[in-house]
């Protein structure tokens, strides 16, 4: 029996993969280039002390901010910032499960660069993404209001978005801009002014870039389509013709390691590393969607496409394989669902034959 793929379910996935896959890069770029602007403002008296730094709570919890910054005030004094960035929050009860985790940082934290592992004062920071503000603003309000939150901190919200700059073609802004929350009582005048101002970044800006080529990777785990970009892009070319196009997991890994980590994975108290379980998924995508063929723990890799655009090209491959296993039917409209359960193989179950042939 052959398996007819409905082409706006493709569509649909292939287009949500694409999505995930710039939100991770994207928020890649805006850590980076958050960095960069810091170490460039020098008069602003912050360092941007980690990506995925660890910070404890006095029960030894442990919470990772996508990002930390420690201020000196005017008084000597350190304050710590942590920031949660979100690239994307689906709906409102997604936007009050992220404002309800913030409430662990209620807490007096350790693990902060300092020789004591504390600061003298803290705030905490939601980053969401320019999109979603007005829906993180609406939540809030009302949550705090109505008593559903309990902050003992300064809770600060910092929307962030990369735009293309409309005096340069050539340039595109990173923007970072404080729209919820005072640091006024906080005594670093200079920064609060610059947060509340807007930071504003050219991520095109040369020596930013070659910060970007070596940093590929956070501790979040990246969607497959992006570590299979990353791996055919950045890492084959450098073992396949050495390893008569042989690849293993560790030899992914230890690359990525060595040249795609530089220093967003290298923090104060801990030293995160390119996991050799992301490496292994993507390798065994690549044999799912025919690209790639495991011979006892390496990988034969088919240097097949032939697509320009590799992002689509892979997104578009591995929706196919996974609508084909039964994944993502909730993108697929009802009726339509209902109609292919109306005229399936009496003997098959909805997607069951992984061997069928698709048409797209």
């Given at each position: 029996?052959?398996?007819?793929?409905d082409?706006?379910?493709?569509?649909?996935?292939k287009?949500?993969?694409?999505?995930?896959?710039?939100?991770y890069?994207?928020?890649?770029?805006?850590?980076?280039?958050l960095?960069?602007y810091?170490?460039?403002?020098?008069?602003?008296?912050?360092?941007?002390?980690?990506?995925?730094?660890?910070?404890?709570?006095?029960?030894?919890?442990?919470?990772?901010p996508?990002?930390?910054?420690?201020?000196?005030?005017?008084?000597?004094?350190?304050?710590?910032?942590?920031?949660?960035?979100?690239?994307?929050?689906?709906?409102?009860?997604?936007?009050?499960?992220?404002?309800?985790?913030?409430?662990?940082?209620?807490?007096?934290?350790?693990?902060?660069?300092?020789?004591?592992?504390?600061?003298?004062?803290?705030?905490?920071?939601?980053?969401?993404?320019?999109e979603?503000?007005?829906?993180?603003?609406?939540?809030?309000?009302?949550?705090?209001?109505?008593?559903?939150?309990n902050?003992?901190?300064?809770?600060?919200?910092?929307?962030?978005?990369?735009?293309?700059?409309?005096?340069?073609?050539?340039?595109?802004?990173l923007?970072?801009?404080?729209?919820?929350?005072?640091?006024?009582?906080?005594?670093?005048?200079?920064?609060?002014?610059?947060?509340?101002?807007?930071?504003?970044?050219?991520?095109?800006?040369?020596?930013?870039?070659?910060?970007?080529?070596?940093?590929?990777?956070?501790?979040?785990?990246?969607?497959?389509?992006y570590?299979?970009?990353?791996m055919?892009?950045?890492?084959?070319?450098?073992?396949?013709?050495?390893?008569?196009?042989?690849?293993?997991?560790?030899?992914?890994?230890d690359?990525?390691?060595?040249?795609?980590?530089?220093?967003?994975?290298?923090?104060?108290?801990?030293?995160?590393?390119?996991?050799?379980?992301?490496?292994?998924?993507?390798?065994?995508?690549?044999?799912?969607?025919?690209?790639?063929?495991?011979?006892?723990?390496?990988?034969?890799?088919?240097l097949?496409?032939?697509?320009?655009?590799v992002?689509?090209?892979?997104?578009?491959?591995?929706a196919?394989?996974?609508?084909?296993?039964?994944l993502?039917?909730?993108?697929?409209?009802?009726?339509?669902?209902?109609?292919?359960?109306?005229?399936?193989?009496?003997?098959?179950?909805?997607?069951?034959?992984?061997?069928?042939?698709?048409?797209?």
């Open positions: 029996m052959k398996f007819t793929i082409p706006e379910h493709l569509n649909i996935v287009s949500e993969k694409i999505r995930d896959v710039d939100r890069y994207q928020s890649l770029q805006c850590i980076l280039g960095k960069f810091l170490e460039k403002n020098k008069n602003l008296k912050t360092k941007f002390i980690g990506a995925e730094v660890i910070l404890k709570r006095p029960n030894d919890e442990p919470l990772n996508d990002m930390c910054l420690q201020i000196d005030d005017n008084n000597s004094k350190i304050l710590g910032v942590p920031i949660e960035l979100k690239s994307s929050l689906s709906d409102e009860n997604d936007v009050f499960k992220n404002l309800q985790e913030l409430e662990r940082y209620n807490d007096k934290l350790s693990g902060w660069n300092t020789k004591s592992k504390y600061v003298d004062d803290e705030v905490t920071v939601l980053s969401p993404y320019l979603d503000v007005g829906r993180v603003l609406r939540v809030l309000k009302e949550s705090i209001k109505d008593k559903k939150l902050f003992t901190k300064e809770i600060l919200i910092w929307q962030w978005s990369l735009v293309p700059s409309l005096k340069n073609p050539n340039q595109e802004n923007l970072i801009q404080q729209i919820y929350g005072d640091l006024t009582s906080k005594n670093v005048p200079v920064f609060n002014k610059c947060i509340s101002d807007g930071i504003k970044q050219d991520i095109n800006e040369m020596q930013l870039i070659i910060e970007k080529e070596r940093n590929l990777f956070t501790n979040q785990e990246p969607p497959i389509e570590t299979m970009m990353v055919w892009q950045n890492i084959f070319g450098q073992i396949l013709n050495q390893k008569n196009n042989l690849v293993s997991v560790e030899e992914v890994a690359i990525v390691n060595d040249y795609y980590t530089d220093n967003l994975m290298k923090n104060p108290n801990n030293e995160y590393k390119f996991k050799k379980d992301w490496a292994k998924k993507a390798l065994e995508m690549l044999v799912n969607i025919n690209m790639a063929k495991n011979k006892g723990g390496r990988y034969e890799i088919k097949s496409c032939q697509s320009k655009n992002k689509s090209y892979f997104c578009e491959k591995v196919s394989y996974q609508i084909k296993k039964g993502h039917r909730d993108k697929l409209n009802k009726n339509k669902i209902q109609s292919l359960k109306d005229f399936k193989h009496k003997e098959k179950d909805l997607f069951e034959d992984e061997n069928s042939q698709q048409v797209m």
